[in-house]
């Protein structure tokens, strides 16, 4: 299948700071990307749609200022959560497809905010 | 109502025994449906697709049931290594992936 890379693999930040999120897709265009965070023993839960080039849509929930997606190529896509708080702390996982098929996924992203 | 429903399981099983899980969705305008498996503190992993006529890899069969609005994922000859939990994944009438919670399935020895 087509490779998503997202990295870092995990972080641990102070509260207060924000953290910066990549998901590049290494094989393929995506024109959309996902970002879904989950927490422990729950299913993923979809935080923002992104196409490229467009602002991202943000699930009803989610803050767009806290959560900053910015898809400027169809290779890349970020999510910096910015001001961190503990109960931020999640797996954050993108998603990315080039049609409308099966999307793949990144690693994912442990954050940990102490 | 949830968009997509699972039992969250665990199924506990014996190695060798079959098993199956059912995934039922809401949106009865969803356009394509996969099953994903997860293992703890890893990414969901793409395990197949579900097509209309069903379809089958392996030990693993999929089917689709649009009337009932319900997709099912069948294992036999259940592994040890098949432990891990199996996510349910509808694409709605946006093409947007929904996941379901997933079901854990633990194989013993």
């Known amino acids: 299948g087509a490779v998503v890379s997202q990295h870092p693999s995990w972080v641990i930040c102070k509260s207060g700071t924000s953290v910066k999120i990549e998901c590049r897709s290494l094989?393929?265009?995506?024109?959309?990307m996902f970002w879904y965070r989950q927490f422990p023993k729950q299913s993923l839960m979809l935080m923002a749609t992104?196409?490229?080039?467009?602002?991202?849509?943000?699930e009803q929930g989610v803050e767009k200022d806290k959560f900053l997606i910015n898809h400027a190529s169809l290779t890349l896509s970020t999510l910096t959560v910015t001001s961190a708080h503990p109960e931020d702390s999640s797996f954050y996982i993108c998603?990315?497809?080039?049609?409308?098929?099966?999307?793949?996924f990144g690693q994912g992203t442990r954050l940990t905010v102490v | 109502r949830k968009e997509v429903e699972q039992d969250p399981g665990p199924f506990n099983v014996p190695e060798g025994a079959t098993v199956a899980f059912n995934c039922t969705y809401s949106n009865s305008a969803s356009q394509s449906f996969f099953w994903y498996r997860q293992d703890c503190r890893k990414e969901p992993k793409l395990l197949m697709s579900v097509y209309s006529s069903g379809n089958e890899d392996g030990r693993f069969t999929a089917q689709l049931n649009r009337a009932s609005q319900y997709i099912s994922l069948l294992i036999r000859d259940s592994k040890l290594s098949d432990s891990a939990t199996y996510l349910c994944?509808?694409?709605?009438?946006?093409?947007?992936?929904?996941f379901g919670r997933g079901t854990s399935l633990i194989v013993h020895p």
């Open positions: 094989d393929f265009q995506a024109t959309t």
């Open positions: 994944v509808v694409n709605g009438g946006s093409y947007i992936p929904t």
């Open positions: 992104s196409n490229e080039g467009s602002k991202a849509t943000y």
């Open positions: 998603s990315a497809r080039e049609v409308i098929t099966e999307a793949f």
